[in-house]
């Protein structure tokens, strides 16, 4: 069974920072590409970066300020968000797939909430 448990979430001030994880299980970590989304209250769900083996990429948004991490050996992903903002509150999902999808990658996490206070 495919699992995908985000964590890290929480309440933080503007101009802070927040780690999140995702944890992944019952696929082939190595071969999928995995990816961030969020979706902020009122709006509709939107990427913000996706990793793969060789490439990284990011939603100008967070360009500069986000950052993706692989860890093979404990099949997790990383995002490292800096310089928060009130406008990056969302529930933010990790998800994969075998390529980099804008929208419908195979496998979702059920998310955690990030709350960036001013």
């Known amino acids: 069974e495919v699992q995908l448990v985000e964590s890290g979430g929480g309440l933080v001030q503007v101009g802070g920072s927040l780690r999140l994880s995702c944890a992944a299980s019952g696929f082939t970590f190595d071969h999928y590409a995995m990816a961030w989304f969020r979706q902020a209250p009122g709006k509709e769900r939107e990427g913000v970066g996706c990793?793969?083996?060789?490439?990284?990429y990011y939603a100008d948004s967070v360009k500069g300020r986000f950052t993706l991490s692989r860890d093979s050996a404990k099949s997790t992903i990383y995002l490292q968000m800096d310089s928060l903002k009130p406008e990056d509150t969302a529930v933010y999902f990790c998800a994969a797939d075998m390529v980099c999808q804008s929208e419908d990658m195979d496998y979702w996490g059920k998310g955690t909430l990030v709350t960036v206070s001013s």
């Open positions: 990793i793969t083996s060789g490439s990284t």
